[in-house]
């Protein structure tokens, strides 16, 4: 059970508890492109049953990028209701609660590029201008890290409709 990703779902609802790395660098943020959808996201994944927050995030971003990054402190905890759009999720309507860690990323930070998906969907990483008009998410990144508070923000979404 240790291993288990921290989901529960049933045909038209899924809780997934996430990690979320924010990794900057001059200037810019690091974030994962869909390559088949051009959907933007932050790194992360699912925390797994047993494991704290920052050990998940220390090992998401790991597996993420090949690079070990210590998680510096928390920044956000996002609740976050949409409906599913993806083939594992598609019409559901989830619930997710991510906490979003702010990394220590050393001067010479460099990272590959390539990975895969749970949906076997081909993903690149990339360096987005938080700025940009892309779309990209979370949304809330295009403000809050223009100036980011040493206090934990609680941050709410609902997408639902």
């Given at each position: 059970?240790?291993?288990?990703?921290?989901t529960?779902?049933?045909?038209?609802?899924?809780?997934?508890?996430?990690?979320?790395?924010?990794?900057?660098?001059?200037?810019?943020?690091?974030?994962?492109?869909?390559?088949?959808?051009?959907?933007?996201?932050?790194?992360?994944?699912?925390?797994?049953?047993?494991?704290?927050?920052?050990?998940g995030?220390?090992?998401?971003?790991?597996?993420?990028?090949?690079?070990?990054?210590?998680?510096?402190?928390?920044?956000?905890?996002?609740?976050?209701?949409?409906?599913?759009?993806?083939?594992?999720?598609?019409?559901?309507?989830?619930?997710?609660?991510?906490?979003y860690?702010?990394?220590?990323?050393?001067?010479?930070?460099?990272?590959?590029?390539?990975?895969?998906?749970?949906?076997?969907?081909?993903?690149?990483?990339?360096?987005?201008?938080?700025?940009?008009?892309?779309?990209?998410?979370?949304?809330?990144?295009?403000?809050?890290?223009?100036?980011?508070?040493?206090?934990?923000?609680?941050?709410?979404?609902?997408?639902?409709?």
């Open positions: 059970m240790k291993n288990m990703d921290l529960i779902a049933d045909s038209k609802h899924i809780l997934n508890i996430r990690v979320a790395g924010i990794i900057i660098k001059d200037g810019r943020v690091l974030m994962v492109k869909n390559l088949r959808s051009d959907y933007i996201y932050s790194l992360g994944g699912r925390l797994k049953f047993g494991e704290d927050a920052r050990t995030v220390e090992r998401e971003i790991y597996e993420e990028t090949g690079i070990k990054l210590e998680a510096d402190r928390l920044g956000f905890i996002h609740e976050n209701f949409f409906t599913g759009s993806t083939p594992s999720k598609m019409g559901c309507e989830v619930y997710e609660i991510t906490f860690f702010y990394m220590k990323v050393p001067a010479d930070f460099a990272v590959e590029t390539g990975a895969q998906t749970a949906d076997d969907d081909r993903e690149t990483l990339v360096w987005l201008d938080w700025h940009s008009d892309e779309r990209y998410y979370p949304q809330f990144f295009r403000t809050e890290l223009d100036n980011p508070s040493q206090e934990v923000k609680h941050i709410l979404t609902d997408d639902r409709y």
